[in-house]
């Protein structure tokens, strides 16, 4: 029997012991997790420190070195997203609908756990303890797939957590950390449709097409982010450049980061030189079609098609002249990830028309895409931001990584 048959036996047995536990006991012992992270930080911040060492000696970039690092701030932050989660409701058992058929057959809808959740992810510790206080608090055990770059910090987590669920006198395998790096090893993860009943990827558009493309598991596809902002030519000045600045650069290795900024020709020469200005603090390269290039001069650089479609994880952002509200949609639509759009606009007939013609998981009207979130959406902490229109869409709580079945009471009805 191989490692991962073991793996996947245990989590089938999991599973269903994971289904029963009550719900003040999977909020106990949610915040008893994150009391532990915080008592056990220095171990953790020590495991993920070999991490960053091996990265800065594979010469991982310092955006993907930013989703890597973990500091006590860091982990407070993840002790706060588990607490927040065992304070939601919990989704399992709620009636979604109920009926009375004609023969008298009564018909109820109920939420019920997914089962086994797979995740596959890459260089963000984080998204360890967040993947198991969702799949947890919704009555799943889960098998996390994590990169090579974050090992040590992803077993250092997972020892705290699994000790408290043993602690606590629960199968420590309703969570389970596949510890070999092997990409080989992946690979047979994503075949193992008998144990796995659906497997979510979080990382680049490479891992996300390996998963989609060689997975027999079914996948919650989620999406890498080329979200952008729209000047309209109604816009705010002030607000827009404050927009721009903050989905640009407050943090830029997130895929809810602004990588493409989209222009009003009328306001171009107004605004322009403001954003620059702003971005400048932040050293932000801005790649210019030729109109927005006739502004900035030699201070911005040529863009090529293929940076209007590009997530760049960088301090660097396209730019798009337009001449009307449909042609930026027209445009967003074009080379969108369907994640997250904003439109900055004083105009409620434009705001109204981008929010409702473009084709996005978010569509934001005066606001930054930073905030396309689980934990800013109330949901606690997010499994990840869906891009697909099957089953899930945008940041996936609780319910989105639920399902559910009917259950029907009668008295003797038989069907003729």
Do not use: W
């Amino acid at each position: 029997m191989s490692n991962l048959t073991l793996l996947g036996e245990n989590a089938v047995r999991a599973k269903y012991k994971a289904a029963m536990i009550p719900t003040d006991k999977k909020n106990s012992v949610l915040n008893k997790c994150a009391e532990e992270l915080i008592k056990n930080a220095d171990a953790i911040i020590a495991a993920n420190k070999l991490d960053l060492d091996n990265a800065v000696k594979n010469g991982m970039s310092d955006a993907m070195q930013d989703r890597l690092m973990l500091n006590t701030s860091r982990i407070e932050g993840i002790a706060e997203g588990l607490r927040q989660v065992a304070s939601l409701p919990d989704p399992i058992g709620e009636v979604l609908d109920t009926f009375v058929r004609p023969n008298g057959m009564h018909i109820e809808k109920i939420r019920v756990p997914m089962g086994v959740i797979g995740i596959i992810y890459e260089s963000r510790p984080n998204v360890t303890p967040d993947a198991f206080s969702l799949t947890f608090k919704a009555g799943s055990a889960c098998i996390l797939k994590g990169g090579s770059d974050c090992i040590e910090s992803n077993k250092a987590i997972v020892k705290v957590l699994r000790d408290v669920l043993s602690g606590e006198g629960l199968d420590p395998d309703i969570l389970q950390l596949i510890e070999d790096t092997d990409r080989a090893v992946t690979t047979e993860f994503m075949k193992m449709k008998e144990y796995v009943d659906v497997l979510i990827p979080r990382g680049g558009a490479g891992l996300i097409r390996a998963v989609v493309e060689n997975s027999n598991i079914p996948v919650i596809e989620t999406g890498t982010g080329n979200c952008h902002v729209y000047i309209d030519k109604d816009a705010d000045p002030d607000m827009a450049v404050n927009i721009v600045f903050n989905a640009k650069t407050q943090r830029i290795s997130v895929c809810n980061s602004c990588e493409s900024l989209v222009i009003h020709s009328s306001v171009k020469d107004k605004i322009l030189p403001l954003i620059y200005e702003k971005l400048s603090e932040k050293n932000v390269e801005m790649r210019c079609d030729e109109r927005a290039l006739g502004v900035l001069g030699d201070k911005g650089s040529p863009a090529s098609n293929e940076d209007f479609g590009r997530e760049y994880l960088d301090y660097i952002l396209s730019v798009k002249t337009v001449d009307s509200v449909e042609e930026a949609i027209a445009h967003i639509n074009k080379y969108s990830t369907h994640h997250s759009e904003t439109i900055v606009t004083e105009n409620k007939e434009s705001a109204e028309k981008f929010l409702n013609e473009v084709d996005a998981a978010c569509v934001y009207h005066n606001v930054s895409t930073r905030f396309t979130d689980g934990f800013e959406f109330g949901f606690g902490a997010e499994i990840g931001i869906s891009t697909q229109k099957l089953h899930a869409r945008g940041p996936m709580g609780l319910k989105e990584i639920t399902s559910y079945k009917y259950r029907i009471r009668g008295n003797g009805q038989t069907r003729g």
